[in-house]
């Protein structure tokens, strides 16, 4: 397997230690912070491909570290916390997480779910490359949309979902293929996920002639080239 590097935070140096054990098996070089501010200090400074976060840290929680990474980056978010209510998941994956496991949870399975989620991200890297459409053009390599010249930063899965469907115009996608495609078999929602995703994308790219993300009722969703 390739080597990544990995962030992984916990303010139980001995969850974070398992971790650090768990991954480094699977070849990846891995490094430690017991707290927020040291988190965002060594996001900065080491450039992880992907981050494992606890949500209750002391100084900034989770929760506000992956705000902060969001502004300038779309690595992988693998979330952790002991709280296993819908609202702290859906609340994590809102602000850009891309998978979510509760505590106690089984080393092999989070090497796994790290293994899934780094296959997933490179897959939309060299997924199709840059899409233009009238006014629109979409780079998987910044994640950056840029729109009648205005540069959007869409959240994470706001990018991939839009560049997922642009790439393949005309194309019908059920919401369980895209799930499947872009959130994973881990994924815990239900196809709402994907409808609340669509309804932002909308609202920040509103009053398109040329092109729209068509509703194909009983079925789900579509890029659609207008003549």
Not at 71 to 81: A, D, E, F, H, Y
Not at 88 to 106: I, R, S, T
Not at 113 to 142: F, N
Not at 168 to 176: A, L, Q, W
Request: with cysteine; glycine share 8%; proline share 5%.
């Amino acid at each position: 397997m390739t080597n990544f590097k990995i962030l992984a935070v916990d303010d139980d140096k001995n969850i974070a230690q398992l971790i650090e054990l768990y991954l480094t098996k699977e070849g990846h070089d891995v490094r430690l912070a017991f707290d927020g501010p040291t988190a965002l200090a060594e996001f900065a400074a080491f450039a992880p491909r992907l981050v494992v976060l606890d949500l209750m840290l002391p100084g900034i929680d989770g929760y506000e570290i992956c705000r902060q990474i969001r502004k300038t980056s779309g690595v992988p978010i693998i979330m952790l916390t002991a709280r296993g209510e819908v609202f702290d998941k859906v609340l994590g994956l809102e602000l850009g997480a891309d998978d979510y496991m509760v505590k106690p949870f089984d080393g092999k399975e989070l090497a796994a779910r790290v293994k899934a989620v780094l296959r997933r991200y490179s897959k939309t890297e060299d997924d199709a490359g840059v899409v233009t459409a009238p006014g629109l053009t979409i780079d998987p390599a910044t994640y950056i949309v840029t729109y009648h010249g205005k540069e959007l930063a869409l959240p994470p899965k706001e990018f991939e979902l839009l560049h997922y469907l642009a790439s393949r115009p005309g194309r019908v996608f059920t919401r369980d293929q895209l799930l499947d495609s872009l959130w994973g078999y881990e994924f815990f929602g239900d196809s709402r996920t994907v409808d609340v995703h669509i309804k932002r994308i909308r609202e920040k790219l509103d009053g398109e002639d040329s092109w729209s993300i068509k509703t194909v009722w009983g079925v789900g969703y579509k890029f659609e080239l207008k003549p």
